[in-house]
């Protein structure tokens, strides 16, 4: 089957409007490749932050909410050598597909995005984006959950209860999950904030290690602590393969890069899952910043 393509944006949208089924013909006709290449590592460009309402870049409140932008951003970085692919929402790699951008790339399916940014209910992080059928069908390669957790709040109980549910159904797929586990507990002013130190990133990783009936198809994304020094000790709490994750850098990419070098030496880590600070570097030279990314593994 030859799968229907887009030249561009604009075709895109016009194929959306007219051909809907040419997601699935793209879908099927995707060229696919092992999760893991010759070198054991990954490097994935992560884009699931628009279905969250998480749109800030910096100082910019609304930078992802172009999506023609972000999109050329996408593109550009799944071009660099070394990049292995892409994890975002549903229709972003539904774009990402039409455009053709996902042949031989290893594809990672956002699970739980209800857990709006700011919102009230954010810790009751429901299940509102992939579900592991949805993944097999389209042929994607990976799934990711994130897992928030506050001791302080009742709605971390349900994202928990259905975090390992959804486990046990990747799982039965021999489908990997990546998850992407935080304490984190409410401020002053309402707002959520991660628990960065050893004890508590420790501590998630052994939670989500224990998630469902079986942890052999699990994969972990894990920030790196507040001292990078504490890794080390930190990494120990699992066998589980890792990735880590880029979180908010700032304007000091450098720093993040010694960070992210440093863990990466670690047996368990893996690679990285990195995404607004290399889509949208500070001097906005996004092959430069991925290429550099590229080469810490």
């Known amino acids: 089957m030859s799968a229907p393509a887009a030249e561009s944006v604009g075709d895109l949208v016009r194929l959306r409007a007219h051909r809907p089924e040419a997601v699935a013909e793209a879908a099927e006709a995707r060229s696919r490749r092992p999760l893991l290449g010759s070198s054991g590592r990954l490097m994935i460009i ?4 628009p ?6 870049v910096g100082d910019d409140a609304y930078a992802m909410a172009d999506r023609f932008d972000l999109l050329r951003r996408l593109r ?3 071009s660099r050598p070394g990049v292995d692919g892409v994890l975002a929402g549903a229709d972003v790699l539904e774009d990402l597909l039409l455009l053709g951008a996902l042949e031989g790339k290893v594809v990672l399916g956002s699970m739980n995005r209800g857990g709006l940014a700011g919102a009230a209910f ?9 579900r592991p059928a949805d993944l097999f069908r389209r042929r994607f390669d990976a799934g990711k959950l994130l897992l928030r957790i506050d001791h302080g709040d009742p709605g971390s109980l349900e994202t928990l209860h259905t975090a390992a549910r959804t486990v046990d159904e990747m799982a039965a797929l021999r489908l990997p999950v990546f998850v992407e586990p935080f304490l984190c507990r409410r401020t002053g002013d309402g707002g959520l904030r991660t628990d960065l130190t050893p004890e508590a990133v420790a501590t998630s990783i052994a939670v989500a290690s224990g998630l469902g009936g079986t ?3 699990t994969w972990l994304k894990v920030p790196v602590t507040d001292d990078p020094d504490d890794m080390a000790r930190v990494m120990r709490a699992s066998t589980l393969p890792a990735v880590l994750l880029g979180g908010e850098v700032g304007d000091d990419l450098d720093q993040a890069y010694e960070k992210w070098r440093t863990a990466l030496r670690l047996p368990t880590v893996r690679g990285l899952v990195v995404g607004r600070s290399l889509l949208y570097p500070a001097d906005g030279d996004v092959a430069a910043a991925v290429d550099t990314a590229v080469g810490l593994l």
């Not at 279905?51 to 800030?56: N, V």
């Not at 810790?123 to 509102?128: H, S």
């Open 46 to 49: 992560a884009a699931d932050h």
């Open 51 to 56: 279905a969250r309402g998480a749109l800030a």
């Open 76 to 78: 550009l970085a799944l």
């Open 122 to 130: 954010e810790l009751d992080d429901r299940f509102t984006g992939h």
């Open 215 to 217: 942890s052999a198809y």
